[in-house]
């Protein structure tokens, strides 16, 4: 059974940093194209960062130089770091995995284009 148990989240003032975990289990993510995506209120949703099974990245144009991708192969943990958050960064964060394309070709707007995602963790950010 494969799992994604999102955490991290929570309300932050803008300027602010937080760290989203995503831990993994039934996939390794080792061998999988690695994601986060966000959708906000009365937003579509956003792919905002990738990592493919070599550690390669990629970001949204929106959080290039404040969020960074990273993942821990040995806890099957995909991280999120989050810094000089802003009030537009205001969403629900999910992660997700693409077992077929482990090169993560491109950066995928929805979760629904993995096979796999969790149920999300919300980041709240205040002006």
């Known amino acids: 059974q494969v799992q994604l148990v999102e955490s991290g989240g929570g309300s932050v003032q803008a300027g602010g940093s937080l760290r989203l975990s995503c831990a993994v289990s039934?996939?390794?993510?080792?061998?999988?194209?690695m994601g986060w995506i966000r959708q906000g209120p009365q937003k579509e949703s956003e792919g905002v960062a990738m990592?493919?099974?070599?550690?390669?990245?990629r970001y949204a144009d929106s959080v290039k130089g404040r969020f960074t991708i990273s993942k821990d192969n040995a806890k099957n943990t995909l991280y999120l770091q989050m810094n000089s958050l802003k009030p537009e960064d205001t969403a629900m964060y999910y992660c997700?995995?693409?077992?077929?394309?482990?090169?993560?070709?491109?950066?995928?707007?929805?979760?629904?284009?993995?096979?796999?995602w969790g149920q999300g963790t919300q980041v709240t950010v205040s002006s």
């Open positions: 997700a995995a693409d077992v077929f394309d482990w090169t993560c070709t491109v950066l995928k707007a929805d979760r629904r284009e993995y096979q796999y």
């Open positions: 039934g996939v390794t993510i080792s061998r999988a194209c």
């Open positions: 990592i493919d099974s070599v550690g390669r990245q």
